[in-house]
């Protein structure tokens, strides 16, 4: 069983930047693939990034590219989403998610977090 706790959303101007962090708990983080999905208000979850267990190699939805960086700290239990020049677009609830698999990106995801809010105003 792996839990996972998000961190970092908050409100922030168009243009701006936040991190989130996601820890998980156990002794097996490198043996998952995380990824970071987004549900805004009246709108279905999405995908937003994945990488791979050891970080090196990492998928983005188009509308993310060039602006959010997805990295991981397996010493630390840690993955996190950078993202630069936000635009209120990007607002909703941040999800972070991990599935053991060698993958990059799987089609399903066994494990989620509970949530962070991030919020861009104009």
């Known amino acids: 069983q792996v839990q996972l706790v998000e961190s970092g959303g908050g409100l922030v101007q168009a243009g701006g930047s936040l991190r989130l962090s996601c820890t998980a708990s156990?002794?097996?983080?490198?043996?998952?693939?995380m990824g970071w999905f987004r549900q805004a208000p009246g709108k279905e979850r999405e995908f937003v990034a994945a990488?791979?267990?050891?970080?090196?190699?990492?998928y983005y939805v188009d509308s993310v590219k060039g602006r959010f960086t997805i990295s991981r700290e397996n010493a630390k239990n840690t993955v996190y989403l950078q993202m630069n020049s936000l635009k209120p677009e990007d607002t909703a609830v941040y999800y972070c998610?991990?599935?053991?698999?060698?993958?990059?990106?799987?089609?399903?995801?066994?494990?989620w977090g509970q949530g962070t809010q991030v919020t861009v105003s104009s």
């Open positions: 998610a991990a599935h053991n698999t060698p993958l990059i990106r799987p089609t399903k995801y066994d494990y």
């Open positions: 156990g002794r097996t983080f490198s043996s998952y693939a």
């Open positions: 990488c791979s267990r050891s970080g090196t190699m990492a």
